[in-house]
């Protein structure tokens, strides 16, 4: 595997770095997913949303999540008394810490990442479906029925949800004939319908996409498939005994969670860094400008790259977006009805895709 | 079943820490897993106030159900004993607090019945137009709120901005936005103020506007249609017989309505569409209440029209006394008949006002549809059955 | 059973549709108010607070009697008023110590603004008197008198209202001064100025009164509007509320021309 830029020849240095980066992500990323839920859910239901807390003089509720944080932490951190407390106490961190190592593997940018693992969707998807332990520990350690009743159904939903977001990816592994992130993206820059129209993944792997972004909102149960914390029926599940900071663990490994399926979904199918289709932003720009009669300038490889993490960066948050869109918009399926578009449909639909992309690969 | 598995500690639950899950494999290789009992309410939120239902859970499945009443019970059958007739007014619009000004008007009637006393034109019409609007605001309400049960959270702030506006409307006449006590014995308490009646055709327009986007936003929902399409179905039979009314009642595909059978007010003079379903289920019910709050907008796009100048109340003794005797009288309230049965001695006060709330009636025939229901279709159905908790308990 | 056929349903559109609801309302401004910026403009009658005109209560206490959870606390004292004129008997008059109400326990029912018999209860349209303390919602005559200030006048009525009581006192006293004067002036006039001054409107009102008219449907008004595309139902009330207009219209008229 090739360096990327973070990686120095100082091992200690270049550890370092990659941790303050990873991070800094970590922790500002789920915010501005946060805060995109609070703003874009509020518009779509005619309202304004948060609108006090701000830094400075942006107001407009910038500040909120980090004014909820400061409360959260200030709450009584409860234990109930028939609770199992070390499991209780370890569950949310389970739930976070996935989040958090899948974001190693990420790549962000042209060079920016982590580590270009070799097996690097296996140990994303493997990863970031941990933090269902997290959830089903929350829900047996509470020692509360509508919590218990959230864990089963979050369990049902993991052996449900799994397989369609698998079956998904390994398809687009298929086509690109690797599992490392990096090199997915990359394939899909010289990647040609027909081998012609550049492309990303996202048109011949239409019914992957689908099954993956359809998946992984299963897996955060997220809207329409958040049965496991359905707040009018089992008052939301595992986190129902939860207080203060722990609770806000759980909400934090919500939104992260969200930003690292949303970052995995951008790798597999749209493109990673690739503003268009096999087309960089410093071949954009340098297009553009030689469109007007002007020379092509040479673009320093950090600033390729953190272009290349703004790329990404906007379809992440587009991805996020539709999430909270969906949110806004649909009711909440039944557990059962769930479970059966699951092996009904999407696994047998994932199943099809896989081999009608393997008999187009071998033709091709 | 329970009573053969060994007791428990009651702080340990089946499945949780201290615990495992307790299956019983009977010969002939069924296996029965242990039953959960599982308190819904008095603190939750499906229940929109302090009903609390105690099922049995057979997994997610509903083996049976009890609903446990009584948690607000404020006794206003016997506070109306001791409460003049203007003070029951003013009572009354709190036991079913979203449709405050159809209950005013039920006790108001009763008194004006026993007193035999000709309320002017311009009053009656007056209240045809504020119960109206009563119904759509309170329609509009549980259009909301069984949308947010279901998941989709959007149709509750758009139902409140249009109550919004209409309690806004009915701010300018009767002053209050819950709590109208706009209705006296003999009238209303003042007229409308100028341009009320302007402002009530526009907003019309508005409601028509928002309940074509609650169709949009739920109604042609796949998943919506999923989760309410034969789910807590009610034979009209069975509906007859626990003596369900309004919303819940047509949409079994019986047309009752006293605004059409026994008219009161000046509903005899208008055309009052009673729209019906067909099925009894929870889309049926949910379909009932969109399809009322068009009608009610049709009523009042009448009425409109046809409101006659004049004084809009009568001049009352100083102590308002009901002759001896007692009277039984019944409105179409938005969530079913409202039967307000009045007993007097001759004194200022009642010696006996007996209340048959509709959401009583409603929710008694609970444990029939919830038995053998999933957890998830109960709150289907708790949301569909159109219930008030201060109108169940009172 | 009377039952009535469906009312149309709309065709099912599904998911993609809600999603465009959604969209479309994230694009239009919202509907919200920012409370503490913008406060609320709410209309005269809201029953905001009770205020409290010192001056005009008598200590009658009806107001503390008829409320319905007695939360309006008044004391009083006698006070003896020395005569006008030498010789008369002196007066004793209730002179007002306390006046409280109990907004913690006030259900907002009015009664007692509308049993006031001087106009000493007046509804407010403020509401920002909120407090941590449950104690501190007894409001004393004092606050209730500074509420007094943000009274707004009643809103004019709608036009088919009778007027309200004060203003046809004073139009019927105007009337019956205007009478004496022109009684005095000329007696030979004075039924015609009579009938001029204070004759017509009430007789209009009389006679709006009286008019009854069968409703029936005017065929073509409907049809008209039939034509324009209403529905059937919507057609039949319209053109029923124009025969009655129509109809009380013409009697109207000739009836005022049977007087005339």
Redesign the interface.
């Known amino acids: 595997m090739e360096p990327g830029l973070l990686d120095f020849p100082s091992l200690g240095l270049s550890i370092a770095v990659k941790l303050l980066i990873m991070v800094g992500f970590f922790l500002t990323a789920p915010l501005v997913a946060g805060y995109m839920e609070h703003k ?1 859910l ?7 949303g948060p ?1 006090e807390a701000g830094i400075g003089p942006i107001k407009h509720g910038v500040g909120q999540l980090v004014a909820d944080g400061a409360k959260f932490i200030q709450k009584e951190d409860i234990v109930p008394t028939a609770a199992d407390k070390w499991v209780f106490s370890l569950a949310p961190g389970v739930a976070l810490v996935p989040a958090l190592v899948v974001m190693l593997v990420l790549p962000l940018g042209p060079g920016l990442f982590g580590e270009n693992l070799g097996a690097g969707v296996f140990f994303a998807l493997a990863v970031s479906s941990v933090s269902v332990l997290g959830v089903l520990m929350a829900a047996w350690s509470s020692a509360n029925k509508y919590s218990l009743m959230g864990g089963i159904r979050a369990a049902a939903q993991l052996i449900a949800y799994e397989l369609p977001l698998v079956l998904g990816a390994a398809a687009v592994v298929l086509q690109a004939g690797t599992l490392s992130l990096v090199s997915i993206v990359e394939a899909q820059a010289d990647f040609r319908i027909f081998g012609l129209l550049p492309m990303w993944f996202v048109l011949p792997h239409a019914i992957g996409f689908l099954l993956f972004f359809v998946a992984s909102l299963a897996e955060l149960n997220r809207p329409p498939f958040d049965m496991p914390i359905a707040d009018s029926e089992i008052i939301f599940g595992h986190m129902t005994e939860y207080t203060g900071i722990k609770y806000a663990f759980f909400m934090l490994a919500e939104y992260a969670g969200m930003v690292v399926l949303s970052a995995i979904a951008t790798v597999l199918f749209l493109g990673g860094w690739y503003v268009l289709p096999g087309v960089t932003v410093p071949e954009l720009i340098n297009w553009v400008v030689a469109f007007f009669g002007a020379g092509p300038f040479e673009f320093h490889p950090v600033v390729a790259g953190l272009l290349g993490v703004g790329v990404t960066m906007g379809k992440i948050f587009t991805l996020v977006f539709v999430m909270v ?2 949110r ?3 009711p909440r399926l039944r557990e059962d009805q769930l479970q059966r578009m699951s092996w009904l449909i999407l696994i047998p639909l994932g199943l099809l895709n896989i081999v009608v992309i393997a008999i187009a690969k071998v033709l091709a | 079943m329970t009573e053969t598995l060994p007791e428990r500690d009651a702080g340990v639950l089946p499945g949780g820490p201290g615990e495992g899950l307790l299956v019983e494999v009977r010969d002939g290789g069924d296996i029965v897993t242990q039953e959960m009992n599982l308190n819904i309410g008095p603190q939750h939120p499906a229940t929109h106030g302090v009903l609390r239902v105690v099922i049995d859970l057979d997994g997610e499945r509903i083996s049976r159900a009890t609903p446990v009443i009584g948690y607000m019970h404020r006794g206003f059958e016997k506070l109306a004993e001791a ?1 003049d007739y ?2 029951i007014i ?2 009354v619009n ?1 036991h079913d607090w979203l449709s405050a000004f159809n209950n005013e008007l039920g006790v108001a009637m009763a008194v004006e019945t026993m007193m035999e006393m000709e309320v002017p034109d ?1 009053a009656q019409w007056i209240r045809v137009i504020m119960c109206e609007w009563g119904r759509i605001l309170n329609h509009l309400m549980f259009v909301g709120s069984f949308g947010l049960e279901l998941g989709a959270i ?1 149709p509750l702030f ?1 139902a409140f ?1 249009e109550r ?1 506006d209409i309690q ?1 409307l009915m ?6 936005r819950l ?1 109208f ?1 706009y209705n006296r014995i003999g009238g209303v ?9 302007q402002a009530s055709a526009k907003l019309i327009k508005v409601i028509r506007r928002g309940t ?2 609650y ?9 919506f ?1 999923a989760r309410t399409k034969g789910v807590g179905v009610l034979p009209p039979q069975i509906a007859l017989e626990y003596g369900v009314s309004g919303p819940t009642l047509h949409a079994t ?4 309505d006293s605004r ?2 026994q008219p009161y007010a000046k509903y005899g ?3 009052v ?6 099925n009894g289920d929870s889309f049926d019910r949910f ?1 009932m209440l969109l ?1 009322r709050i ?2 009610s907008t ?1 009523i009042i ?2 009425a409109l ?8 109340n009568v001049k009352l003794p100083k102590i308002v006394k009901a002759p001896e005797g007692a009277v039984y009288t019944r409105t179409e309230a938005p969530l079913g008949q409202l039967g307000y049965y009045l007993v007097s001695d001759g004194k200022k006060n009642p010696w006996r006002l007996k209340m048959r709330t509709p959401s009583f009636y409603n929710i008694s025939m609970m444990p029939y549809l919830l038995e053998g229901a999933l957890l998830s279709d109960m709150i289907a159905i708790l949301g569909s059955v159109f219930f008030v908790v201060g109108d169940v308990d009172r | ?4 056929p ?2 149309p ?7 993609l ?7 479309k ?2 694009m ?1 401004p ?3 108010q ?1 409370y503490p910026h913008v406060k609320p403009d ?6 905001g607070v009770i205020a409290l005109m010192e001056e005009n209560c008598t200590v009658c206490m009806l107001c503390g009697r ?1 409320c ?1 959870d007695w939360c309006i606390y008044i004391d009083s004292h006698k006070e003896v008023v020395p005569p006008k004129e030498e010789g008369a008997r002196a007066r004793t008059r209730n002179v007002l110590d306390r006046f409280a109400i109990d907004f913690a326990l006030c ?5 007692c603004v ?1 049993v006031c018999p001087f106009d000493a209860l007046f ?1 407010s349209p403020e509401f920002e008197y909120s407090t941590y303390s449950i104690r501190e919602l007894t409001h004393e005559k004092e606050q209730l008198r500074v509420w007094m200030d943000t009274v707004p006048p009643p ?8 007027l309200p009581k004060e203003i046809e006192d004073g139009l019927k006293a105007a009337r019956q001064a205007a009478e004496k004067a022109a009684a005095a002036a000329a007696p030979s006039e004075a039924p015609a100025a009579a009938g001029k001054a204070g004759g017509d409107a009430p007789a209009a ?1 009389a006679a ?2 009286d008019i009854h008219v069968e ?1 029936q449907v005017d065929q073509e008004v409907f049809d008209q509007l039939v034509a324009e595309g209403k529905s059937e ?2 057609a ?3 053109a029923k ?1 124009a025969y ?1 207009r129509k109809e009380k219209a013409r009697i109207r008229a000739e009836r005022a021309g049977g007087e005339g």
Not at chain 3, 17 to 23: A, E, F, M, R, S
Not at chain 3, 107 to 111: H, R, V
């Open positions: 874009v509020a518009h779509q239901q005619d309202r304004l609108m869109w969906f806004a918009t649909f | 409460r203007r003070q003013a009572l709190r311009r959007t758009f901005r919004e806004h701010e300018t006449a009767t002053g209050g709590h006590t308490k003042e007229d409308l103020p100028a341009g009320f009646l074509q986007q169709r949009d936003l739920l109604f042609g929902n796949e998943i249609m595909g019986i047309g009752e059409v059978t003079e208008l055309d569409p009673v729209p019906v379903g067909g379909a399809d068009d009608a049709y796009d009448q029209d046809r409101i006659p100048p004049g004084p809009c | 059973m009377p039952t009535l469906k009312l349903r709309p065709p099912q559109i599904g998911l549709k809600g999603l465009g609801v959604t969209l309302t994230m239009s919202s509907t919200t920012q709410l209309p005269p009658r809201t029953r008829e319905p259900m907002y029912c009015g009664i509308e509804w809103p004019e009525l709608d036009v088919g209202a009778d009102q709006e009164e409703a139902r919507v039949r009330a319209k509320a009655v």
